[in-house]
């Protein structure tokens, strides 16, 4: 067979490419150097609800006026005018094109990757190409991972029992938290909370109503720390950890002595406290002063002796350190 013998007349060419356009599965819009319609595929028809015989011939501004002033309009100026491609920004573009996944029943728009391309035709006028790919799908999946990786984030960063900032968490505000205290040349305040015979109150109790007082604790101090910066973490079992970024000594003394009659006032009963028959907390503070910073094993070492001799004198206390001396409240 001869190469010329080989070769498909034009007209049957022409008709394979329209086949195949109709036949793929994305939306393939070709317009003319007029604007105007002079492919609409299968595809198109399926998801618009219009047929190609609605649409062949048209001014595709006529059939999509909203889309002049958009990006979509921009980019078929650009194609037809300066042989200038473009693909959408999904972002900005989720769904120029009214399509549906069912046209009949309408519903939420099928999300959307666009593509314009110019098409020189030989012999004609400059042409141009929109490709319309139906991303639903991927995007729902991008929607479902963020929305997982933010559950993990949430599950890594919260303590479960409680609610509040779990040890992890903790960690590392204190070292963030300490870094931009000393950037900005600012006090850094740290109490240890921590639940006086906790392990008597959930051998009497129960290890049931153990988790509710934990938890009845727990809501009470994250409703005294008001400021955004503030942070309230469970440090381990009936301990608490509260972080108060810009806050000397005098302004977390008396938070801390707030938050120590608060708890007291809950009077949550615990038989085997002793005098005060319920439940009450001791809270050591440590506070980072410049021209003095410290690293975060030190500022914590600090309030945790100074909650060691709060337990020491008697509970329900709160004690300070302050230049290596500590000064307690006492309740």
């Given amino acids: 067979m001869t190469e010329t013998g080989s070769m498909q007349p034009d007209a049957q060419r022409l008709s394979l490419l329209e086949s195949v356009l109709s036949a793929a599965n994305l939306g393939a819009i070709v317009l003319d150097s007029e604007r105007r319609i002079v492919l609409w ?12 015989s609605a649409a062949l011939g048209v001014d595709f501004f006529t059939l999509y006026p909203d889309l002049l002033q958009q990006r979509v309009g921009t980019a078929i100026g650009q194609a037809l005018r300066d042989n200038f491609p473009s693909l959408l920004s999904q972002t900005l573009n989720k769904a120029p094109f009214a399509l549906y996944a069912n046209a009949a029943l309408r519903g939420e728009r099928m999300q959307q990757a666009v593509a314009i391309t110019p098409v020189d035709v030989a012999g004609a006028t400059r042409h141009c190409l929109i490709q319309i790919n139906d991303v639903s799908n991927a995007v729902g999946r991008e929607k479902l991972l963020r929305d997982q990786t933010l559950v993990l984030r949430t599950e890594t960063f919260l303590d479960g029992l409680t609610g509040v900032a779990n040890r992890r968490h903790f960690d590392v505000a ?20 921590d639940i006086d015979s906790f392990k008597s109150y959930n051998d009497h109790y129960g290890h049931q109503q153990g988790d509710a007082c934990l938890i009845k604790v727990a809501a009470t101090l994250a409703e005294m720390l008001q400021r955004p910066g503030d942070l309230l973490a469970r440090y381990g079992g009936e301990e608490f950890a509260a972080i108060l970024p810009e806050t000397d000594a005098a302004h977390a003394l008396q938070l801390a002595e707030a938050i120590r009659a608060r708890i007291c006032g809950l009077d949550i009963s615990h038989a085997r406290a002793g005098a005060t028959k319920h439940i009450t907390v001791c809270i050591g503070i440590a506070t980072m002063n410049i021209p003095n910073p410290v690293d975060s094993d030190a500022l914590i070492g600090a309030a945790d002796r100074a909650l060691y001799l709060a337990k020491h004198a008697g509970r329900n206390r709160v004690m300070a350190q302050s230049q290596g001396k500590a000064r307690q409240e006492i309740g």
């Fill in 174 to 193: 204190m070292e963030k938290e300490l870094r931009r205290a000393k950037r900005i040349d600012s006090a850094l305040s740290l109490l240890m909370i």
């Fill in 41 to 52: 595929n299968r595809w198109m028809e399926r998801h618009s609800g219009c047929p190609a």
